[in-house]
Nanobody
């Protein structure tokens, strides 16, 4: 179970930090990520961090957003700076686990989602 928090209302150019705490350990997750969905649009990947610590970002947020994890707290963060009105969306955290399937001798992808937290940026 993932619990996201930190959304709110900010003005253009402001900052927010989102947090997402997992009820289980995240140190062994294949990846942790943040997605967002604006009204009338599809959910899109904003940022993710792989188990090796490599982070990746959507072009639209690179240089403004930073994803990080604290394994001791089972928490993933998204620091959002220089926010723009187009960043307005519901933000969802995501945890992806690879679970070995001994029947197929392969790994299955298990994904978990937080409940979403609303970020509103006014112009």
């Amino acid at each position: 179970q993932l619990q996201a928090s930190g959304g709110g209302f900010v003005q253009d150019g402001g900052s927010l930090r989102l947090s997402c705490t997992s009820s289980g350990p995240i140190f062994n997750a294949d990846s942790m990520g943040w997605y967002r969905q604006a009204p009338g649009r599809q959910r899109e990947l904003v940022a993710s961090i792989a188990s090796g610590g490599i982070a990746s970002y959507a072009d639209s947020v690179r240089g403004r957003f930073t994803i990080s994890t604290d394994a001791a707290k089972n928490t993933v963060y998204l620091q959002m700076n220089s926010l723009k009105p187009e960043d307005t969306a519901v933000y969802y955290c995501n945890k992806r686990d690879l679970v070995y399937n001994d029947y197929t001798d392969n790994h299955d992808i298990h994904e978990y989602w937080g409940q979403g937290t609303l970020v509103t940026v006014s112009s």
